[in-house]
C-alpha cells in the first residue's frame, strides 16, 4: 500500500471512526482537550438556546413597555384634559367666591350702620327712661300714669328693635353674642324699672316675653304666657300650645334654678308626650352661677336671659 493510500486511509478512519479518533487523540494527549471542547460545545449551545430565550422574551418585555407607553400618553391626554376642566371651574369658583363676598362684605356693612343706629337709639331711650323714672319717684300718683304712657311706647320701641334684631340673627350669626349682651341688659333695666311700674319681675317677664313671641309669630296672636301646674309643680311661664316651660327670678347664686327648670320641663314632656322649649330669665346671678348656668344651658338647649351679673 503506498503512503497517499495509507494517508486516505488514516484520514478516513479519523473521520469516521470516533473511537479510533478519540484513540489517536489520547496517543497525542489531546483526548482531554477534545472531551473540554465538546462540553464547551455543549454549554455553548445551551447559553445560545437561553440567550435566544432571552430574546423572545426581550421582544415580549418591548411590546409590553410600547403598550405601556401608549397607556401613559393616553392617561396623561385624560388627566390633562381633566385638570384643564379643573382650572376652568376654579377660576368660575374664584370669581364666584369674589362676587360672593363682595355681597357678603356689603350687607356686613348695612348691618354695622344698623347697629350703629340701634346702639344710639337704645342710649337715647335708657335716657330718656332715666329723666322719667327721677320725675315718678317726686310724684308717684301722676308718675305711675306717665309711666303708663312710657312703657307703651317703649313697647312700640321694643317691638320695632326686636324685627331689626330678629333680621340681624337670620343676615349674620357672629352678631349673635353683641345681641344677646343688648337683651340681657335691656332686660336688666326693665326689670328695674318694672318695680316702679307696680309689676313684679315674674309679671313683667310674662307680658314681655308673651308680646315678643306673639310679634315674632311663634306664638299665636293672643295667646299668653301664664303661671301654670305641672303634676303638682309650679311654672312661672308656661303655654300649652306650643308647649313652653319658663321660670323667671330676681336672682340666682347657683345653678339650682335651671336644675328646678329642667325637672319641671321633663314633667310636662311625659305629660304631653313632646318636648317643651325651655326659657330661664334671671334678672341678675352671681358670676361663678352664671357660668354654670350659661354652660347647662348650652348642652340642655335652654333659652337663657340673665340681666348682670354681680361678683
Excluded: C, W
Aim: no cysteine; net charge negative; hydrophobic share 40%.
Amino acid at each position: 500500500m503506498e503512503l497517499s493510500e495509507f494517508k486516505a486511509k488514516i484520514f478516513a478512519l479519523l473521520r469516521e471512526d470516533e473511537e479510533f479518533r478519540y484513540a489517536v487523540a489520547g496517543m497525542l494527549g489531546l483526548g482531554e482537550i477534545l472531551r473540554r471542547l465538546e462540553k464547551h460545545d455543549e454549554r455553548f449551545e445551551e447559553i445560545l438556546r437561553r440567550l435566544d430565550r432571552h430574546e423572545a422574551e426581550l421582544v415580549k418585555l418591548r411590546e409590553d413597555m410600547n403598550k405601556l407607553r401608549e397607556d401613559m400618553v393616553a392617561g396623561f391626554r385624560r388627566h390633562d384634559e381633566i385638570l384643564e376642566r379643573h382650572a376652568q371651574e376654579l377660576v368660575k369658583l374664584r370669581e364666584d367666591m369674589v362676587a360672593g363676598f363682595r355681597r357678603h362684605d356689603e350687607i356686613l356693612e348695612r348691618h354695622a350702620q344698623e347697629l350703629v343706629k340701634l346702639r344710639e337709639d337704645m342710649v337715647a331711650g335708657f335716657r330718656r327712661h332715666d329723666d322719667e323714672i327721677a320725675k315718678l319717684r317726686e310724684d308717684m300718683v301722676a308718675g305711675f300714669r306717665r309711666h303708663d304712657e312710657e312703657i307703651a311706647k317703649l313697647r312700640e320701641d321694643f317691638n320695632r328693635m326686636l324685627r331689626v334684631i330678629s333680621h340681624i340673627r337670620e343676615d349674620q350669626a357672629r352678631l349673635m353674642k353683641r345681641v344677646d349682651s343688648l337683651e340681657s341688659a335691656m332686660i336688666s333695666g326693665f326689670g328695674e324699672m318694672s318695680k316702679f311700674a307696680g309689676l313684679t319681675f315674674e309679671e313683667f317677664v310674662r307680658k314681655f316675653l308673651s308680646a315678643g313671641l306673639r310679634r315674632a309669630g311663634e306664638i299665636p296672636e293672643g295667646a299668653e304666657l301664664t303661671r301654670g301646674f305641672v303634676d303638682g309643680e309650679e311654672i312661672n311661664l308656661f303655654l300649652e300650645n306650643p308647649l313652653i316651660v319658663g321660670e323667671a327670678t330676681s336672682y340666682a347664686d347657683s345653678a339650682e334654678e335651671i336644675m328646678k327648670l329642667l325637672r319641671k320641663a321633663e314633667a310636662a314632656r311625659l305629660k304631653y308626650s313632646r318636648e317643651p322649649r325651655k326659657i330661664l330669665v334671671i334678672l341678675t346671678a352671681k358670676s361663678n352661677a352664671a357660668k354654670e348656668i350659661m354652660k347647662i344651658a348650652e348642652e340642655k338647649g335652654v333659652e337663657l336671659i340673665i340681666g348682670k351679673t354681680v361678683d
